[in-house]
């Protein structure tokens, strides 16, 4: 019976881990897909700049937010 249980909590834990680590991963993703595409439009068209960064910041904030709303919950499971 123990065992079960420490068995049950330890999947808690493990199941917290990867699902703050893949909230982590994904934002890392958007984070970057953001600021490439960002790069490449103010390349192309210079005299937006302002307004396309102000965007991406904007943007890669909701992810953020996002992502650490996930890990909150991931969190949250383990009690």
Known sequence: M?????????LANLGAAVGAGLAAIGAGIGIGKIGGSAMDAMARQPEVMNKLFTNMIVAAALIEGVALFAAVIAFLCIG
């Open 2 to 10: 123990i065992t079960a249980l420490l068995a049950a909590e330890g």
